[in-house]
C-alpha cells in the first residue's frame, strides 16, 4: 500500500517559529514579515510561539537562523532583499546566502521558509512584498506551515 503524506491537516497552534529578518531595505522586508505574521496569526499560531530575530543584511540571513537553531522551534523563515548594482555582489550574496539556508534546513532538519528576494529593481521588490506580484512574506509562511504539518502527519506514523 502506497502511503502519502500532504501536510494540509492538523493544528498548526503548538509550533514554534522563528523569523530571521534582515534589517536592510527595511521597507520591503518588513511588508514581507508583516505578511508571514499576517499569516501565521490567520492559522492559529499565538503570538508567544513566534520570535523574529533581527539581523543587518541579507548576508547574516544564514548566521541568524544557527543563532535561533538554540531555540526550540519546528521552523524558520528568513527575510530578505538584494536588489541588483552595478557589480556582481548581489549574485555572490545571493547564491551563499541561499546555499546556506538550504544547507542548514538539511542540517537542522528544520523547515525553513525561504524569503530572500532577489530582484533586478526595486520596482520588482515592492511588487514582491504586498504589490501586484503578491506578498512572498505570506506564500513563504503558508510553505513553511505546510512543512511543520507534513512533519507532524508522517511523525505520527512512528509512534
Not at 99 to 108: A, D, F, H, K, T
Not at 121 to 132: L, P, V
Request: hydrophobic fraction near 40%.
Amino acid at each position: 500500500m502506497v502511503r502519502e503524506f500532504h501536510g494540509n491537516e492538523g493544528s498548526i497552534a503548538e509550533y514554534r517559529h522563528a523569523i530571521v529578518v534582515s534589517k536592510y531595505h527595511l521597507s520591503i522586508t518588513q511588508k514581507l514579515l508583516d505578511g508571514a505574521l499576517k499569516t501565521l496569526r490567520r492559522s492559529g499560531v499565538p503570538e508567544d510561539n513566534i520570535d523574529v530575530f533581527w539581523v543587518p543584511g541579507s548576508w547574516e540571513l544564514p548566521t541568524g537562523v544557527q543563532i535561533a537553531a538554540a531555540g526550540d522551534y519546528q521552523a524558520a523563515m528568513v527575510f530578505g532583499c538584494v536588489i541588483r548594482g552595478e557589480t556582481t555582489h548581489d549574485q555572490h550574496i545571493n547564491t551563499t546566502v541561499s546555499n546556506s539556508i538550504g544547507r542548514l534546513s538539511v542540517e537542522l532538519n528544520l523547515p525553513i521558509g525561504f524569503g530572500l528576494l532577489t530582484c533586478n529593481t526595486m520596482d520588482q521588490a515592492i511588487a514582491r512584498s504586498g504589490g501586484d506580484v503578491g506578498n512572498k512574506g505570506v506564500e513563504t509562511a503558508e510553505a513553511v506551515l505546510q512543512m511543520v504539518l507534513l512533519n507532524a502527519e508522517y511523525q505520527k506514523t512512528l509512534t
